[in-house]
């Protein structure tokens, strides 16, 4: 009897060995939610994308009429802040000497599994060119009106870029972060052909932004550094810069940031205004989550001032799920150009509000009787057309999804003497 006992302990336990082999499932080294976004000029691009296992490299393949070229980059583990500590693997390749403008293919992965092919234009060199973007701001992974709408533009090849303004997925980090892989996956649509462009909103904040940190790779043209919290980048004849409104909001994170940040916009802002560079680049266009009205140290850290002295032409802005024109604005005063032409050489930024591709918040109520610097509200959900067209002109559309596609207000913005203002006395 005694003697039979260790042959079976044996099998039990052989039998258990496997079955937990089994219970920690396959391994799942498929590359996915593939998204571009810009390098640091027009020769670069940023490949990123996740696996949940580790691979042995991060490759892309990619050239202009076959896979004949081959870059490697790194992987990072990032392991979620919810109670599973799930861990995923973010692979960043920077492609490189690219031909500005030319069209290439590409696939990403390892010899452990590639991705789809997929293809990308290189970002257009200097400035003689129109760039098409689609902003918008607040697109969750449910009830996200704008994504086929946006994955059908894009595929038809109407854009060049989007700027999607803070608020993801509602939240990256929701269900032990599952939420935030299934909006990278129903974005890839878009995001794999043309770079998607990101700041950081509100509802990113928990576990100190690292769903955001850790998803995104958004490159400061400048320096070549990746920062996904504040960085610039040129395209045609506009300078872009994106920051964070949250450091504002979110001090427990680092107040010091937002001290850094606000230097660093500063420095970034007398760069853009070096008369060879604001030639080159006359349009300065903010991308910041939440409207001005909203940020709380408005005079000593404030950016309203230094956005109007640095002759800061456009302000896109999201959080509130509407959208809305703003007449040029400064300082709760409304800057008209004149009653007949208020866009044609105005003397103020003009913002807009874009904050309605859809989420499970739905929309947000106007109040009733709009400022008098509220040019159109819209309820709509839908998405804005930015046309960077030449030095003095750029148009806003706003497409609205209820209706189809239809476009519900337009703009064209004129400026033919861009530059530094001079405070108001
Ligand atoms: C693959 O990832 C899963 C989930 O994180 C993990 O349980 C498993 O051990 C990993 N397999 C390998 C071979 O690393
Ligand atoms: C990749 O790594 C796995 C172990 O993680 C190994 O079994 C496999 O041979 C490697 N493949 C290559 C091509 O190196
Ligand atoms: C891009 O344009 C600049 C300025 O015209 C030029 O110096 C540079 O060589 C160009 N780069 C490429 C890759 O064509
Ligand atoms: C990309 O380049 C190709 C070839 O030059 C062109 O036909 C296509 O319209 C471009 N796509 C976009 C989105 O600009
Ligand atoms: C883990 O967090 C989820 C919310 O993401 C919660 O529903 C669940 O109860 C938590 N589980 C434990 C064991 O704390
Ligand atoms: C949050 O992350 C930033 C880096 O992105 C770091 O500098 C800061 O110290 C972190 N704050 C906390 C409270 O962990
Ligand atoms: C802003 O407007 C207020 C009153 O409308 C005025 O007192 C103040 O001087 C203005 N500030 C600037 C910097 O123009
Ligand atoms: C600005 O111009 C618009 C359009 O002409 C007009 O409706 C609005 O009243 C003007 N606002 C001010 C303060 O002049
Ligand atoms: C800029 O674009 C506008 C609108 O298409 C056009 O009327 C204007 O002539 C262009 N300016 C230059 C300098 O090409």
Same mark, same amino acid.
């Given at each position: 009897m005694s003697f039979g006992l260790l042959p079976v302990l044996l099998i039990i336990i052989y039998i258990l060995y496997i079955t937990g082999a089994e219970v920690r499932g396959p391994v799942r080294t498929q590359p996915e939610q593939i998204h571009l976004s810009y390098g640091a000029d027009s020769t670069q691009m940023m490949v990123t994308w996740t696996t949940f296992n580790a691979t042995n490299t991060s490759t892309v393949e990619f050239g202009?009429?076959?896979?004949?070229q081959t870059l490697t980059g790194l992987s990072a583990s990032f392991i979620d802040g919810g109670n599973e500590s799930r861990q995923i693997f973010i692979h960043r390749v920077m492609l490189t000497q690219l031909t500005p403008g030319d069209q290439y293919i590409y696939h990403c992965g390892s010899t452990d599994g590639w991705s789809p092919l997929f293809k990308f234009n290189a970002t257009k060199n200097g400035s003689d060119w129109s760039p098409r973007i689609a902003v918008f701001g607040d697109?969750?992974?449910?009830?996200?009106?704008?994504i086929p709408r946006l994955q059908e533009d894009v595929q038809r090849g109407l854009y060049d870029s989007i700027f999607h303004i803070g608020d993801f997925a509602y939240d990256m980090d929701s269900d032990n972060a599952r939420v935030g892989d299934e909006f990278m996956r129903q974005i890839e649509s878009i995001a794999a052909y043309v770079p998607y462009q990101v700041c950081p909103g509100n509802h990113e904040y928990k576990y100190n932004f690292s769903n955001y940190d850790n998803r995104f790779s958004m490159v400061n043209s400048g320096s070549g550094l990746m920062n996904n919290h504040y960085y610039s980048f040129n395209i045609g004849p506009a300078h872009v810069i994106a920051f964070s409104t949250e450091y504002y909001y979110f001090l427990?994170? @680092?107040w010091k940031q937002l001290v850094r940040q606000y230097y660093w916009l500063i420095n970034d802002l007398q760069e853009a205004n070096k008369p060879k560079n604001r030639a080159l680049r006359p349009w300065i266009i903010t991308l910041g989550h939440r409207p001005m009205k909203g940020l709380p140290i408005v005079r000593t850290l404030g950016l309203e001032d230094v956005f109007y002295e640095y002759g800061v032409d456009v302000e896109l802005w999201a959080h509130e799920h509407v959208y809305e024109r703003m007449w040029p604005l400064y300082n709760r005063t409304v800057y008209n150009a004149s009653l007949s032409q208020p866009y044609t050489n105005p003397s103020a930024p003009v913002h807009i509000i874009t @904050?309605?591709?859809?989420?499970?918040?739905r929309h947000d109520p106007f109040v009733p009787n709009p400022p008098p610097w509220s040019a159109v509200r819209n309820s709509d959900y839908g998405y804005t057309r930015l046309h960077i067209l030449n030095a003095s002109h750029l148009s806003l559309e706003q497409i609205s999804d209820d209706q189809n596609g239809k476009i519900v207000d337009k703009i064209m913005l004129i400026q033919e003497s861009h530059g530094k203002r001079k405070p108001i006395p």
């Open positions: 202009k009429n076959s896979l004949d697109l969750g992974n449910e009830n996200s009106q704008s427990q994170y @680092g @904050g309605s591709a859809g989420c499970k918040e």
